[in-house]
């Protein structure tokens, strides 16, 4: 079965195609349109889509060697996220599934950075914790089964990615923050100042990244401008060992408590390597294996997504030309089904 992946859900435009077992082609094209405004701006996402999509679905055919009338089936991002871009992904392929008479299913985005695990190492079977971290979402996901999930936790404020990208902001660095804050990071000292670790209540699964924002906007101002563009590497690494730290401890707890022996990781922030290194450090004294799939499959991309629908389209599970986009869409969970 051959399937397309479609993900419009934000500010990258992709599209790639999927054999059952090998991704063929990938391609993502990344709205640079939003830089200067130091986030996502929705009108001008969903614009950037409309303009890119044909190109973005023309490199992935051409790159794959096949031709449209070879797709089986179209799997697309119908949630959550944001209202306009969704509509942009989710039209173009219920126009496609139409014209091209095959199937399409509308797929969670966040199911989508789960099965991105699956591409990076085809081993991966539940049951596992995922650490999804992305510039919308921060939730530890608890996989008892393909297609059915349990949210343990989540954040409460920002995601850790927005948070990542307010902090940059702050010290004059470029969007998106997280590459920007890593790289500088690598130069500076953790020891410079200690930021607050917001744990919440340590028996839950929930995050909390507003305050540690507040924290480092209280820091720069107290110190002054000339200061803080002294110690911007400084602050970049003490911010960005606060949350990793937090993020990596619950995501342990998380995983002896349900007693599994393996985590993933999915979204933007996984791609950051102190994150994932403390992650793997953690956890494998525990005994717990961290399956860090390559940046391409971490960011937001049509091959999780593609995956995600050939699990459903294989068992005969399709879309209704109804089907709308959800901007809050949540994960299925094992309880309702
Ligand atoms: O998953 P993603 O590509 O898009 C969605 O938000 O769905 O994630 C983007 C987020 C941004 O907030 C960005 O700053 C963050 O991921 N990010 C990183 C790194 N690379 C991207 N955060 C920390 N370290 C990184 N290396
Ligand atoms: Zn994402």
Redesign the pocket.
Known sequence: MIVLGIET????TSCAVYDSTTVLSNIVSTQIVHNSFGGVVPELASRAHITMIDAVLSQALKEAGIVLSDIDGIGVTYGPGLAGSLLVGLSYAKGLALSLKVPFVGIN?LEG?IWANKLSDPDVEPPFIILLA????TQLVFVGEWGTYNTLGATRDD????A??KV?KLLSLGY????H??RLAKEGDTSYIKFPRAYLDPLKFDFSFSGIKTAVLNHVTNIGPEKAAEHTADIAACFQDAVTEVLVKKTCMAAKRMDVRQVCIG???A???A?QQRMQSVLAKENIKTLVPPPAL???NGAMIAAAAHFYLSRGTASSMRLAPNVSLNLPRSDQQ
């Open positions: 859900s934000c500010d990258d985005h950075h992305s510039g919308g979402h995601a850790a990615g927005e990542f990208d940059a998106p923050g997280g590459p804050i890593e979204g933007g922030v791609v950051n390597s994150l971490c960011t937001d």
